[in-house]
């Protein structure tokens, strides 16, 4: 499935891989499946009821 998250600039992105946290400014894909799509602001609140920040933990998106 896909990941969401959000950056240090509050940049939302959907993710085809979990991503990590590097450092105090990034997430990191998995380099071998390293695709992910900025998304307008508050379309992760739409996808999961919740705001997310830099703070938070990447959501998977899990199909109904």
């Known amino acids: 499935m896909a990941w ?4 240090f600039n509050g940049e939302e992105r ?3 891989s979990k991503p ?3 450092g105090d400014r990034y997430w990191m894909m998995n380099p071998i499946c390293n695709d992910s799509v900025s998304l307008p602001k508050g379309t992760i609140k739409k996808l999961i009821g919740r705001e997310l920040s830099w703070s938070d933990e990447p959501v998977e ?3 109904e």
């Open 4 to 7: 969401v998250c959000v950056g």
């Open 14 to 16: 959907v993710c085809q």
């Open 20 to 22: 990590t946290r590097y």
């Open 61 to 63: 998106l899990k199909e």
